[in-house]
C-alpha cells in the first residue's frame, strides 16, 4: 500500500494517466468505510498472494487524500472484476458504477459539486449493501456489533 505524494490533492495527472490504462480496472472508496480493510484482505490473500511477487505486484493500493478525506483506490487486472465482487460481496460491499462524488454549499449558498479526481469507464465506486448496519443503526451501535464480530 502507498501513499504516493504524486497523487496528494491537487496534483492528480498521474492518477489520471494511470486510471485511463484500459487493461486496469479500480475501485474507490473512502478508507474509513465498514468492510472495506476486510475486502482488501480477502482480495489480496485469496487471488494476490503477497509471498509471490508477480501475482501481488497486479494488486495496486493507493492512498489519495481528496476533499479532506483518504480515499482508496484499488486497482487490479480488468479480467480480475469476478474475484472483486466476491471478496466485496462476502465483506457487505457492492460495486457501485461511477465515482465518488462530494455536493456541498458554496460561499453563496449555491450547490457545489465535486468529482472523484480518478474518472473513466474502468472506475468504480465500492459502497456497503442495502440494509447494511452502516445505513440502519446509529453509529454506536454498528461499531459494538463490530466489536462483536472482531474484538481486538
Known sequence: ??????????SFDDLKAWVAKPEWIHFACVAHRPGLQECMSTLENTHYDPKDKAKNDLFEVRIIHWQALPFVLISIPKDDRPHMERAAAANGLRIADGTPTMISGDASGHPKVDHFPAQGAN?????NIAGHPVYTRTMRRLREELAKRDPK
Open 1 to 10: 500500500m502507498t501513499n504516493d505524494p504524486r497523487f496528494a490533492e491537487g
Open 123 to 127: 472506475v468504480f465506486t465500492l459502497e
